[in-house]
């Protein structure tokens, strides 16, 4: 799997934005997918993950109801859309696979970030 995130850019606060993952190699639908996010000096935490079927939703608290992952098997894809953002999820935004949907130690292949900037 080789993972190619995009979508990044600046908004205002309140405005949306959609980040889509997508895997070059042509496994995709092997692996779970996660969206992981580093802020200016912060650690790196997971915002969501999704199963290889899509079955199973995984979301960090500080993004329930605004953001939702979802994935599209047939064409190697996964997205992260985002509602209502605000200056604190500015950060770099990273997909990476793994194979347990709820195990942050399984995700190893890892795509380039892609900037999110979320001015107040």
Same mark, same amino acid.
């Given at each position: 799997v080789q993972l190619q995130a995009s979508g990044g850019g600046l908004v205002q606060a309140g405005e949306s934005l959609t980040l889509s993952c997508r895997d070059t190699g042509n496994t995709f639908s092997l692996y779970a997918v996660g969206?992981? *996010?580093? $802020?200016p000096g912060k650690e790196r935490e997971?915002?969501?993950?999704?199963? *290889?079927? $899509?079955?199973?939703?995984?979301?960090?608290?500080?993004v329930k109801g605004r953001f939702t992952i979802s994935r599209d098997n047939a064409v190697n894809m996964g997205f992260l859309q985002m509602n209502d953002l605000q200056p604190e999820d500015t950060a770099v935004y990273y997909c990476a696979a793994g194979l347990i949907t709820h195990s942050i130690e399984s995700y190893k292949f890892?795509?380039?970030g892609t900037l999110v900037t979320v001015s107040s």
């Open positions: 969206w992981f *996010r580093q $802020g997971r915002v969501a993950a999704i199963s *290889r079927s $899509g079955n199973n939703l995984i979301y960090a608290d500080f890892w795509g380039q």
